[in-house]
Protein backbone atom coordinates (compact mmCIF):
# COMPACT_ATOMS: atom_id res chain seq x y z
CA UNK A 1 0.00 0.00 0.00
CA UNK A 2 1.28 3.42 -0.77
CA UNK A 3 2.14 5.83 1.75
CA UNK A 4 -0.56 7.96 0.86
CA UNK A 5 -3.19 5.34 -0.32
CA UNK A 6 -5.14 4.69 3.08
CA UNK A 7 -7.97 1.21 3.87
CA UNK A 8 -10.92 1.68 6.15
CA UNK A 9 -8.90 0.19 8.91
CA UNK A 10 -6.43 3.60 9.05
CA UNK A 11 -8.48 5.69 7.83
CA UNK A 12 -9.34 7.58 11.17
CA UNK A 13 -6.01 8.46 11.77
CA UNK A 14 -4.50 9.29 8.68
CA UNK A 15 -7.45 11.39 6.75
CA UNK A 16 -9.08 12.97 9.41
CA UNK A 17 -7.39 15.41 10.70
CA UNK A 18 -7.03 17.33 7.78
CA UNK A 19 -9.26 19.79 5.72
CA UNK A 20 -9.31 18.99 2.11
CA UNK A 21 -9.65 21.77 -1.06
CA UNK A 22 -11.45 18.95 -3.26
CA UNK A 23 -12.77 16.03 -2.89
CA UNK A 24 -12.92 13.47 -5.35
CA UNK A 25 -16.08 10.32 -5.04
CA UNK A 26 -14.68 7.07 -6.63
CA UNK A 27 -11.56 6.26 -8.19
CA UNK A 28 -12.76 5.43 -11.46
CA UNK A 29 -10.58 6.69 -14.19
CA UNK A 30 -12.30 9.67 -14.61
CA UNK A 31 -12.15 10.59 -10.87
CA UNK A 32 -8.72 9.65 -10.84
CA UNK A 33 -8.14 12.05 -14.28
CA UNK A 34 -9.56 15.03 -12.23
CA UNK A 35 -7.74 14.33 -8.67
CA UNK A 36 -4.76 14.49 -10.14
CA UNK A 37 -5.25 17.54 -12.19
CA UNK A 38 -6.15 19.58 -9.48
CA UNK A 39 -3.24 18.47 -7.00
CA UNK A 40 -1.40 18.94 -10.08
CA UNK A 41 -2.72 22.82 -10.01
CA UNK A 42 -1.53 22.29 -6.47
CA UNK A 43 -5.14 21.92 -4.91
CA UNK A 44 -5.08 19.24 -1.44
CA UNK A 45 -6.90 16.20 -2.91
CA UNK A 46 -8.66 13.63 -1.34
CA UNK A 47 -9.97 10.69 -3.14
CA UNK A 48 -12.49 8.40 -1.30
CA UNK A 49 -13.15 5.06 -3.10
CA UNK A 50 -16.24 2.24 -1.96
CA UNK A 51 -14.61 -0.63 -3.82
CA UNK A 52 -11.30 -2.45 -2.46
CA UNK A 53 -9.40 -1.21 -5.71
CA UNK A 54 -8.87 1.45 -7.78
CA UNK A 55 -10.70 1.91 -11.37
CA UNK A 56 -14.31 1.14 -11.17
CA UNK A 57 -15.30 -0.11 -15.29
CA UNK A 58 -11.41 0.65 -15.67
CA UNK A 59 -10.41 -1.99 -13.69
CA UNK A 60 -7.84 -5.24 -13.83
CA UNK A 61 -8.87 -7.73 -11.59
CA UNK A 62 -7.85 -11.09 -10.22
CA UNK A 63 -11.00 -13.08 -10.93
CA UNK A 64 -9.43 -16.36 -10.68
CA UNK A 65 -5.84 -17.22 -9.44
CA UNK A 66 -3.15 -16.64 -11.94
CA UNK A 67 -5.80 -14.86 -14.37
CA UNK A 68 -6.54 -11.52 -14.46
CA UNK A 69 -9.36 -9.89 -16.06
CA UNK A 70 -10.59 -6.48 -17.49
CA UNK A 71 -14.10 -6.43 -16.08
CA UNK A 72 -15.08 -3.29 -17.23
CA UNK A 73 -13.47 -1.33 -20.31
CA UNK A 74 -11.62 -3.90 -22.83
CA UNK A 75 -9.23 -1.23 -24.40
CA UNK A 76 -8.34 1.77 -24.15
CA UNK A 77 -8.36 3.18 -27.91
CA UNK A 78 -10.49 6.32 -26.90
CA UNK A 79 -8.23 7.29 -24.19
CA UNK A 80 -7.30 11.43 -24.65
CA UNK A 81 -3.05 11.60 -25.63
CA UNK A 82 -3.30 14.97 -23.71
CA UNK A 83 -3.75 13.66 -20.29
CA UNK A 84 -0.96 10.69 -21.11
CA UNK A 85 1.54 13.45 -21.63
CA UNK A 86 0.24 15.61 -19.16
CA UNK A 87 -0.11 13.71 -16.71
CA UNK A 88 3.81 11.95 -17.56
CA UNK A 89 1.61 8.31 -17.37
CA UNK A 90 4.55 6.63 -20.03
CA UNK A 91 6.72 7.32 -16.32
CA UNK A 92 4.76 4.95 -14.56
CA UNK A 93 4.95 2.46 -17.01
CA UNK A 94 1.91 3.02 -19.17
CA UNK A 95 2.60 1.12 -22.96
CA UNK A 96 -0.25 0.35 -25.67
CA UNK A 97 -0.32 -2.48 -27.44
CA UNK A 98 -1.39 -2.49 -31.09
CA UNK A 99 -3.36 -5.69 -32.55
CA UNK A 100 -2.03 -6.13 -36.19
CA UNK A 101 -5.82 -6.89 -36.82
CA UNK A 102 -8.80 -4.37 -35.21
CA UNK A 103 -11.41 -6.55 -35.71
CA UNK A 104 -11.89 -10.44 -36.95
CA UNK A 105 -15.16 -11.80 -38.35
CA UNK A 106 -15.71 -15.23 -39.02
CA UNK A 107 -19.09 -16.04 -40.69
CA UNK A 108 -21.28 -19.15 -40.77
CA UNK A 109 -19.96 -19.78 -44.64
CA UNK A 110 -16.70 -20.63 -42.99
CA UNK A 111 -15.01 -17.33 -44.44
CA UNK A 112 -14.12 -14.00 -42.45
CA UNK A 113 -13.94 -10.69 -42.69
CA UNK A 114 -10.47 -9.47 -41.60
CA UNK A 115 -9.45 -5.69 -40.86
CA UNK A 116 -5.95 -5.29 -40.41
CA UNK A 117 -4.25 -1.83 -39.54
CA UNK A 118 -2.38 -2.01 -42.77
CA UNK A 119 -5.55 -0.99 -44.85
CA UNK A 120 -4.36 -2.33 -48.47
CA UNK A 121 -4.26 -5.67 -46.35
CA UNK A 122 -7.57 -4.97 -45.39
CA UNK A 123 -9.37 -3.94 -48.61
CA UNK A 124 -7.73 -7.26 -50.32
CA UNK A 125 -9.06 -9.18 -47.27
CA UNK A 126 -12.67 -7.34 -48.41
CA UNK A 127 -11.95 -8.23 -52.22
CA UNK A 128 -13.14 -11.61 -51.56
CA UNK A 129 -16.12 -10.46 -50.74
CA UNK A 130 -16.92 -7.92 -52.85
CA UNK A 131 -14.56 -5.79 -55.17
CA UNK A 132 -17.04 -2.34 -54.90
CA UNK A 133 -16.26 -2.62 -51.00
CA UNK A 134 -12.69 -2.76 -51.50
CA UNK A 135 -12.08 0.33 -53.99
CA UNK A 136 -14.30 2.26 -51.41
CA UNK A 137 -12.70 0.95 -48.00
CA UNK A 138 -9.76 3.35 -48.13
CA UNK A 139 -11.96 6.53 -48.92
CA UNK A 140 -14.27 5.21 -46.14
CA UNK A 141 -11.47 5.57 -43.63
CA UNK A 142 -10.31 8.77 -45.09
CA UNK A 143 -13.66 10.44 -44.67
CA UNK A 144 -14.28 8.97 -41.14
CA UNK A 145 -10.49 10.44 -40.30
CA UNK A 146 -11.31 13.76 -41.22
CA UNK A 147 -15.04 13.88 -39.79
CA UNK A 148 -13.72 12.21 -36.37
CA UNK A 149 -10.83 14.81 -36.02
CA UNK A 150 -13.73 17.47 -35.47
CA UNK A 151 -15.19 15.68 -33.20
CA UNK A 152 -11.74 14.80 -31.40
CA UNK A 153 -11.50 18.28 -30.54
CA UNK A 154 -15.54 18.74 -29.44
CA UNK A 155 -14.58 15.76 -26.90
CA UNK A 156 -12.10 18.36 -24.28
CA UNK A 157 -14.61 21.42 -25.07
CA UNK A 158 -17.27 22.14 -22.41
CA UNK A 159 -20.32 22.60 -23.77
CA UNK A 160 -22.36 26.39 -24.01
CA UNK A 161 -25.24 26.59 -21.12
CA UNK A 162 -28.11 26.42 -23.73
CA UNK A 163 -30.08 28.13 -23.80
CA UNK A 164 -28.63 30.65 -21.43
CA UNK A 165 -25.06 30.93 -22.88
CA UNK A 166 -22.75 33.78 -22.96
CA UNK A 167 -20.56 34.65 -25.98
CA UNK A 168 -17.20 33.36 -24.34
CA UNK A 169 -19.18 29.94 -24.37
CA UNK A 170 -19.48 29.53 -27.90
CA UNK A 171 -16.09 30.78 -29.62
CA UNK A 172 -14.25 27.18 -28.93
CA UNK A 173 -17.33 25.55 -30.89
CA UNK A 174 -17.07 28.25 -33.30
CA UNK A 175 -14.00 27.16 -34.35
CA UNK A 176 -14.93 23.54 -34.65
CA UNK A 177 -17.50 24.67 -36.62
CA UNK A 178 -14.96 26.64 -38.85
CA UNK A 179 -13.17 22.98 -39.39
CA UNK A 180 -16.30 21.52 -40.11
CA UNK A 181 -16.95 24.55 -42.69
CA UNK A 182 -13.31 23.67 -44.09
CA UNK A 183 -14.22 19.94 -45.21
CA UNK A 184 -15.88 21.78 -48.34
CA UNK A 185 -20.07 22.53 -48.96
CA UNK A 186 -20.77 18.74 -49.78
CA UNK A 187 -18.87 17.16 -46.99
CA UNK A 188 -19.80 19.29 -44.67
CA UNK A 189 -23.59 18.50 -45.68
CA UNK A 190 -23.18 15.01 -45.16
CA UNK A 191 -21.62 15.35 -42.04
CA UNK A 192 -24.54 17.23 -40.73
CA UNK A 193 -26.60 14.99 -42.28
CA UNK A 194 -25.06 11.77 -41.13
CA UNK A 195 -25.80 12.82 -37.41
CA UNK A 196 -29.49 11.49 -37.21
CA UNK A 197 -28.52 8.37 -39.17
CA UNK A 198 -29.00 5.04 -38.37
CA UNK A 199 -25.71 2.83 -38.69
CA UNK A 200 -27.39 0.70 -41.33
CA UNK A 201 -28.64 3.46 -43.83
CA UNK A 202 -24.91 5.08 -43.02
CA UNK A 203 -23.01 2.17 -44.28
CA UNK A 204 -25.50 1.29 -47.13
CA UNK A 205 -24.44 4.44 -48.65
CA UNK A 206 -21.13 3.17 -48.25
CA UNK A 207 -20.94 -0.54 -48.98
CA UNK A 208 -22.93 -3.84 -50.29
CA UNK A 209 -21.38 -6.57 -48.22
CA UNK A 210 -23.40 -7.25 -45.09
CA UNK A 211 -19.95 -8.76 -43.38
CA UNK A 212 -18.05 -5.75 -43.73
CA UNK A 213 -21.00 -3.28 -42.84
CA UNK A 214 -21.56 -5.67 -39.55
CA UNK A 215 -17.63 -5.12 -38.57
CA UNK A 216 -17.73 -1.88 -39.26
CA UNK A 217 -21.26 -1.04 -37.93
CA UNK A 218 -21.48 -3.49 -34.39
CA UNK A 219 -19.95 -0.24 -32.48
CA UNK A 220 -22.55 2.12 -33.30
CA UNK A 221 -24.87 0.54 -30.54
CA UNK A 222 -22.51 0.32 -27.78
CA UNK A 223 -23.21 2.12 -24.35
CA UNK A 224 -27.22 2.20 -26.27
CA UNK A 225 -29.86 0.28 -25.61
CA UNK A 226 -30.59 0.51 -29.37
CA UNK A 227 -29.80 -1.24 -32.74
CA UNK A 228 -28.67 -0.78 -35.80
CA UNK A 229 -31.59 0.05 -37.42
CA UNK A 230 -32.41 3.29 -34.58
CA UNK A 231 -31.30 6.79 -35.11
CA UNK A 232 -28.04 8.28 -34.12
CA UNK A 233 -26.49 5.12 -33.74
CA UNK A 234 -24.22 6.53 -37.08
CA UNK A 235 -22.70 9.46 -34.80
CA UNK A 236 -22.24 6.77 -32.24
CA UNK A 237 -20.27 4.88 -34.43
CA UNK A 238 -18.20 8.26 -35.58
CA UNK A 239 -17.75 8.68 -31.58
CA UNK A 240 -15.90 5.14 -31.33
CA UNK A 241 -13.99 5.86 -34.39
CA UNK A 242 -12.28 8.95 -33.04
CA UNK A 243 -8.42 8.32 -33.36
CA UNK A 244 -8.86 5.03 -35.09
CA UNK A 245 -6.90 5.84 -38.17
CA UNK A 246 -6.75 3.03 -40.35
CA UNK A 247 -8.46 0.62 -37.83
CA UNK A 248 -11.67 1.12 -38.84
CA UNK A 249 -13.81 -1.03 -36.57
CA UNK A 250 -12.72 1.57 -34.40
CA UNK A 251 -10.58 3.19 -32.19
CA UNK A 252 -8.43 0.03 -30.16
CA UNK A 253 -5.50 0.03 -28.24
CA UNK A 254 -4.66 -2.39 -25.54
CA UNK A 255 -2.74 -1.56 -22.54
CA UNK A 256 0.10 -3.80 -21.42
CA UNK A 257 -1.18 -4.99 -17.73
CA UNK A 258 -4.76 -4.31 -18.69
CA UNK A 259 -7.39 -1.54 -18.52
CA UNK A 260 -6.66 -1.75 -14.91
CA UNK A 261 -2.56 -0.33 -15.51
CA UNK A 262 -3.86 2.44 -16.83
CA UNK A 263 -6.01 3.54 -13.78
CA UNK A 264 -2.83 2.56 -11.92
CA UNK A 265 -0.41 5.31 -13.24
CA UNK A 266 -3.52 7.95 -12.95
CA UNK A 267 -3.26 6.89 -9.25
CA UNK A 268 0.70 6.95 -9.12
CA UNK A 269 0.64 10.15 -11.12
CA UNK A 270 -2.19 11.69 -8.86
CA UNK A 271 0.02 10.48 -5.80
CA UNK A 272 2.84 12.65 -7.19
CA UNK A 273 1.47 15.65 -7.01
CA UNK A 274 0.54 15.18 -3.26
CA UNK A 275 -3.39 13.75 -3.67
CA UNK A 276 -4.22 11.28 -1.00
CA UNK A 277 -6.56 7.88 -2.05
CA UNK A 278 -9.02 6.36 0.28
CA UNK A 279 -9.95 2.43 -1.02
CA UNK A 280 -12.71 0.54 0.91
CA UNK A 281 -14.75 3.11 2.20
CA UNK A 282 -17.19 4.71 0.46
CA UNK A 283 -19.57 8.27 0.72
CA UNK A 284 -22.73 7.43 2.41
CA UNK A 285 -23.82 11.34 1.76
CA UNK A 286 -22.67 14.92 0.14
CA UNK A 287 -22.69 17.15 3.29
CA UNK A 288 -24.18 20.74 2.04
CA UNK A 289 -24.77 24.11 4.05
CA UNK A 290 -27.04 26.77 2.61
CA UNK A 291 -27.02 24.15 -0.54
CA UNK A 292 -23.64 24.59 -1.40
CA UNK A 293 -21.18 20.88 -1.06
CA UNK A 294 -19.11 21.31 2.34
CA UNK A 295 -18.02 17.94 2.61
CA UNK A 296 -19.23 14.21 2.67
CA UNK A 297 -20.02 11.66 5.50
CA UNK A 298 -18.72 8.20 4.86
CA UNK A 299 -20.15 4.78 5.57
CA UNK A 300 -18.89 4.55 8.79
CA UNK A 301 -20.59 8.04 10.08
CA UNK A 302 -16.92 10.08 9.95
CA UNK A 303 -17.35 12.95 8.28
CA UNK A 304 -14.43 15.08 5.74
CA UNK A 305 -14.55 18.69 5.13
CA UNK A 306 -13.60 20.23 1.64
CA UNK A 307 -14.26 23.22 -0.11
CA UNK A 308 -15.71 21.28 -3.19
CA UNK A 309 -16.79 17.99 -3.88
CA UNK A 310 -16.29 16.51 -7.39
CA UNK A 311 -18.31 13.27 -8.01
CA UNK A 312 -17.11 10.63 -10.78
CA UNK A 313 -20.16 8.43 -9.67
CA UNK A 314 -23.12 8.56 -12.16
CA UNK A 315 -25.99 11.44 -12.14
CA UNK A 316 -28.47 9.20 -10.54
CA UNK A 317 -26.11 7.81 -7.76
CA UNK A 318 -24.96 11.38 -7.24
CA UNK A 319 -27.86 13.55 -6.77
CA UNK A 320 -30.59 10.94 -5.33
CA UNK A 321 -28.39 8.80 -3.65
CA UNK A 322 -25.68 11.28 -2.27
CA UNK A 323 -27.87 14.68 -2.09
CA UNK A 324 -31.20 13.52 -2.08
CA UNK A 325 -34.22 14.49 -4.44
CA UNK A 326 -35.53 16.74 -1.25
CA UNK A 327 -32.25 19.34 -1.94
CA UNK A 328 -32.95 19.50 -5.40
CA UNK A 329 -35.01 21.97 -7.78
CA UNK A 330 -38.16 20.48 -9.02
CA UNK A 331 -37.28 20.41 -12.32
CA UNK A 332 -33.52 19.31 -12.27
CA UNK A 333 -35.08 16.06 -10.64
CA UNK A 334 -37.15 15.35 -12.60
CA UNK A 335 -34.80 15.64 -15.56
CA UNK A 336 -32.02 13.52 -13.79
CA UNK A 337 -35.24 10.90 -13.07
CA UNK A 338 -35.35 10.85 -16.72
CA UNK A 339 -31.86 10.12 -17.51
CA UNK A 340 -32.18 6.47 -19.78
CA UNK A 341 -29.81 4.46 -18.59
CA UNK A 342 -30.83 0.79 -19.90
CA UNK A 343 -27.57 -1.04 -19.46
CA UNK A 344 -27.93 -4.13 -22.02
CA UNK A 345 -23.98 -5.72 -22.11
CA UNK A 346 -22.55 -8.78 -19.81
CA UNK A 347 -19.29 -9.80 -19.55
CA UNK A 348 -18.12 -12.98 -19.27
CA UNK A 349 -15.03 -14.00 -18.75
CA UNK A 350 -13.13 -17.19 -19.53
CA UNK A 351 -10.13 -19.46 -18.99
CA UNK A 352 -9.40 -21.36 -21.90
CA UNK A 353 -6.52 -24.43 -21.95
CA UNK A 354 -6.32 -23.78 -25.96
CA UNK A 355 -7.67 -21.48 -28.39
CA UNK A 356 -10.84 -21.43 -29.87
CA UNK A 357 -10.21 -23.36 -33.15
CA UNK A 358 -12.33 -21.79 -35.31
CA UNK A 359 -13.56 -22.91 -38.44
CA UNK A 360 -12.26 -19.84 -40.51
CA UNK A 361 -9.02 -20.21 -39.56
CA UNK A 362 -8.40 -23.43 -41.02
CA UNK A 363 -6.75 -21.88 -44.76
CA UNK A 364 -4.24 -20.59 -42.35
CA UNK A 365 -1.02 -22.10 -42.71
CA UNK A 366 1.03 -20.91 -39.38
CA UNK A 367 0.17 -20.84 -35.16
CA UNK A 368 1.48 -17.22 -35.90
CA UNK A 369 -0.99 -16.61 -38.54
CA UNK A 370 -3.57 -17.52 -36.08
CA UNK A 371 -2.38 -15.67 -33.24
CA UNK A 372 -2.11 -12.80 -35.49
CA UNK A 373 -5.82 -12.81 -36.69
CA UNK A 374 -7.08 -13.06 -33.19
CA UNK A 375 -5.09 -10.72 -31.17
CA UNK A 376 -7.48 -8.00 -31.89
CA UNK A 377 -11.35 -7.94 -31.47
CA UNK A 378 -13.44 -11.03 -32.50
CA UNK A 379 -16.36 -10.31 -33.52
CA UNK A 380 -19.81 -12.72 -34.11
CA UNK A 381 -22.25 -10.50 -35.83
CA UNK A 382 -22.65 -11.97 -39.79
CA UNK A 383 -24.89 -8.72 -40.50
CA UNK A 384 -26.33 -6.01 -39.18
CA UNK A 385 -30.14 -7.63 -39.24
CA UNK A 386 -28.91 -9.92 -36.71
CA UNK A 387 -28.00 -6.94 -34.46
CA UNK A 388 -31.15 -5.78 -34.49
CA UNK A 389 -33.12 -9.28 -34.03
CA UNK A 390 -30.80 -9.70 -31.33
CA UNK A 391 -31.48 -6.65 -30.17
CA UNK A 392 -35.80 -6.83 -30.84
CA UNK A 393 -35.63 -9.83 -28.35
CA UNK A 394 -33.56 -7.51 -25.69
CA UNK A 395 -36.41 -4.52 -25.86
CA UNK A 396 -38.98 -7.00 -24.75
CA UNK A 397 -36.78 -7.66 -22.03
CA UNK A 398 -35.51 -10.98 -23.47
CA UNK A 399 -32.10 -11.96 -23.50
CA UNK A 400 -31.14 -12.22 -27.00
CA UNK A 401 -31.84 -16.11 -28.37
CA UNK A 402 -29.05 -15.45 -30.65
CA UNK A 403 -26.72 -12.92 -29.12
CA UNK A 404 -23.96 -10.75 -30.73
CA UNK A 405 -20.91 -11.26 -29.28
CA UNK A 406 -17.42 -9.11 -29.03
CA UNK A 407 -14.40 -11.51 -28.22
CA UNK A 408 -11.00 -10.74 -27.16
CA UNK A 409 -8.57 -12.90 -25.92
CA UNK A 410 -5.93 -10.67 -24.24
CA UNK A 411 -2.89 -13.10 -23.78
CA UNK A 412 -2.42 -13.26 -27.26
CA UNK A 413 -0.80 -10.00 -26.77
CA UNK A 414 -0.13 -10.14 -23.11
CA UNK A 415 0.73 -13.13 -21.74
CA UNK A 416 1.94 -12.21 -18.43
CA UNK A 417 -2.00 -11.49 -17.65
CA UNK A 418 -1.97 -15.31 -17.22
CA UNK A 419 0.62 -16.44 -14.99
CA UNK A 420 -0.66 -20.34 -15.58
CA UNK A 421 0.06 -19.95 -19.21
CA UNK A 422 -3.44 -20.26 -20.28
CA UNK A 423 -5.14 -18.11 -22.80
CA UNK A 424 -7.92 -15.69 -21.58
CA UNK A 425 -11.20 -14.70 -23.03
CA UNK A 426 -13.72 -11.80 -22.31
CA UNK A 427 -16.95 -11.83 -24.16
CA UNK A 428 -19.14 -8.82 -24.46
CA UNK A 429 -22.69 -9.92 -25.11
CA UNK A 430 -25.28 -7.91 -26.49
CA UNK A 431 -27.76 -7.53 -25.79
CA UNK A 432 -28.54 -8.66 -22.07
CA UNK A 433 -31.10 -6.04 -20.66
CA UNK A 434 -31.01 -4.90 -17.00
CA UNK A 435 -34.83 -4.75 -16.86
CA UNK A 436 -36.15 -8.65 -17.69
CA UNK A 437 -39.66 -9.36 -17.75
CA UNK A 438 -40.88 -12.37 -16.14
CA UNK A 439 -37.43 -13.66 -14.66
CA UNK A 440 -34.51 -12.31 -12.44
CA UNK A 441 -30.69 -12.05 -13.47
CA UNK A 442 -30.31 -15.22 -11.13
CA UNK A 443 -32.71 -17.60 -13.51
CA UNK A 444 -31.48 -15.44 -16.74
CA UNK A 445 -27.68 -16.04 -16.17
CA UNK A 446 -27.32 -19.61 -16.71
CA UNK A 447 -29.33 -19.48 -19.92
CA UNK A 448 -27.00 -16.17 -21.13
CA UNK A 449 -24.01 -18.54 -20.77
CA UNK A 450 -25.32 -21.51 -22.65
CA UNK A 451 -26.49 -19.23 -25.58
CA UNK A 452 -23.31 -17.05 -26.00
CA UNK A 453 -21.34 -21.12 -25.93
CA UNK A 454 -23.76 -22.59 -28.47
CA UNK A 455 -23.30 -18.82 -30.40
CA UNK A 456 -19.02 -19.70 -30.52
CA UNK A 457 -19.36 -23.31 -30.85
CA UNK A 458 -21.06 -22.58 -34.01
CA UNK A 459 -17.67 -21.05 -35.57
CA UNK A 460 -15.90 -22.78 -33.34
CA UNK A 461 -16.94 -26.47 -32.80
CA UNK A 462 -16.19 -27.83 -29.52
CA UNK A 463 -15.18 -24.75 -27.59
CA UNK A 464 -16.78 -25.47 -24.64
CA UNK A 465 -14.89 -28.40 -23.57
CA UNK A 466 -11.81 -25.91 -24.10
CA UNK A 467 -12.98 -23.61 -20.75
CA UNK A 468 -11.54 -24.19 -17.61
CA UNK A 469 -12.87 -21.56 -15.53
CA UNK A 470 -15.77 -18.73 -16.20
CA UNK A 471 -17.28 -15.50 -14.52
CA UNK A 472 -20.50 -13.96 -15.87
CA UNK A 473 -20.99 -10.59 -15.01
CA UNK A 474 -24.20 -9.19 -15.41
CA UNK A 475 -26.08 -5.84 -15.97
CA UNK A 476 -27.34 -6.16 -12.12
CA UNK A 477 -23.64 -7.78 -11.38
CA UNK A 478 -22.35 -3.99 -12.60
CA UNK A 479 -24.99 -1.70 -10.65
CA UNK A 480 -24.05 -3.82 -7.53
CA UNK A 481 -20.65 -4.23 -7.56
CA UNK A 482 -19.18 -1.03 -9.56
CA UNK A 483 -22.38 1.52 -8.61
CA UNK A 484 -23.49 1.66 -12.29
CA UNK A 485 -27.06 2.50 -12.30
CA UNK A 486 -29.11 -0.35 -13.85
CA UNK A 487 -25.72 -1.71 -15.23
CA UNK A 488 -24.54 1.33 -17.99
CA UNK A 489 -21.39 1.33 -18.35
CA UNK A 490 -21.50 4.82 -20.06
CA UNK A 491 -23.37 6.24 -17.04
CA UNK A 492 -26.27 6.54 -19.39
CA UNK A 493 -27.40 5.97 -22.80
CA UNK A 494 -24.93 7.90 -25.56
CA UNK A 495 -28.11 8.83 -27.54
CA UNK A 496 -28.40 12.03 -29.34
CA UNK A 497 -30.94 13.07 -26.40
CA UNK A 498 -28.04 12.47 -24.00
CA UNK A 499 -24.87 14.22 -25.24
CA UNK A 500 -22.90 17.84 -25.61
CA UNK A 501 -24.93 19.78 -23.40
CA UNK A 502 -27.83 17.35 -23.08
CA UNK A 503 -25.15 15.39 -21.13
CA UNK A 504 -26.25 14.58 -18.56
CA UNK A 505 -29.08 17.21 -18.41
CA UNK A 506 -30.00 20.06 -20.41
CA UNK A 507 -29.10 23.02 -19.31
CA UNK A 508 -26.68 21.29 -16.57
CA UNK A 509 -23.68 20.36 -19.41
CA UNK A 510 -20.93 22.51 -18.40
CA UNK A 511 -19.62 20.08 -15.32
CA UNK A 512 -21.49 22.15 -12.38
CA UNK A 513 -24.68 21.72 -10.99
CA UNK A 514 -27.58 23.28 -8.91
CA UNK A 515 -25.52 22.55 -5.54
CA UNK A 516 -22.90 24.90 -4.96
CA UNK A 517 -19.23 23.89 -5.05
CA UNK A 518 -20.38 20.36 -6.56
CA UNK A 519 -19.08 19.11 -10.01
CA UNK A 520 -19.31 16.08 -12.07
CA UNK A 521 -16.11 14.17 -13.32
CA UNK A 522 -17.75 10.81 -14.41
CA UNK A 523 -19.45 9.74 -18.14
CA UNK A 524 -22.87 11.15 -17.08
CA UNK A 525 -21.07 14.14 -18.23
CA UNK A 526 -19.82 15.29 -21.95
CA UNK A 527 -18.64 13.84 -23.74
CA UNK A 528 -19.78 10.27 -22.07
CA UNK A 529 -18.48 7.33 -21.98
CA UNK A 530 -16.07 4.53 -23.08
CA UNK A 531 -12.12 4.83 -21.27
CA UNK A 532 -11.46 8.45 -22.40
CA UNK A 533 -10.37 10.49 -19.46
CA UNK A 534 -11.77 13.35 -21.54
CA UNK A 535 -15.15 13.90 -18.80
CA UNK A 536 -12.30 14.03 -15.82
CA UNK A 537 -10.20 16.29 -18.06
CA UNK A 538 -12.98 18.61 -18.55
CA UNK A 539 -14.24 18.96 -15.52
CA UNK A 540 -11.12 19.49 -13.63
CA UNK A 541 -10.32 22.34 -16.11
CA UNK A 542 -13.76 24.25 -15.29
CA UNK A 543 -12.60 23.50 -11.43
CA UNK A 544 -9.83 25.15 -12.43
CA UNK A 545 -11.33 28.43 -14.26
CA UNK A 546 -14.27 28.56 -11.12
CA UNK A 547 -11.35 28.92 -8.44
CA UNK A 548 -9.00 31.02 -10.93
CA UNK A 549 -12.12 33.33 -11.38
Not at 36 to 53: D, H, I, N, S
Not at 315 to 326: E, K, Q, V
Request: hydrophobic share 40%; glycine share 10%; aromatic share 8%.
Amino acid sequence: MSADTYSRNNLQDKVLQQDYDALVIGAGHNGLVSAAYLAQAGLKVLVVERRPGIGGAAATEQVFPGARFNTGALDAGLFLPQVVADLKLESYGIKYLDSPVVVYAPQPDGRAVTLWRDRQRAAREIAAFSEHDAETYPRFLDWIDRLTGALDEIRTLTPPSLPHYRLGELAPWLRVGLKVRRLGDREMMEFLRLLPLSVKEFLDAWFENPALKAALGFTGCAGSMQGPFASGTAFNLLYHAIGAGEAGFRASRFVQGGAGALSQALAQSARSYGAEICTGLGVQAILLEDNRAVGARLENGQRLKARLVVSSADPRHTFFDLIGASHLPVRFARQVKNIKFRGSTARLNLVLDSLPQFTSLDKLSSAEQVQSVLSGHILLCPDLESLERAYDDAKYGRISSRPCLDLVIPTLLDPALSSQGQHLMSIDVRYAPYHLQGQTWDQAGPVLVEQVMAAIDAYAPGFGDSILEQQLITPLDYERQYGLAEGSLYHGQMGLDQLLFMRPVAGYGRYRTPVGNLFLCGSGAHPGGGLTGAPGYNAAREILKSKSG
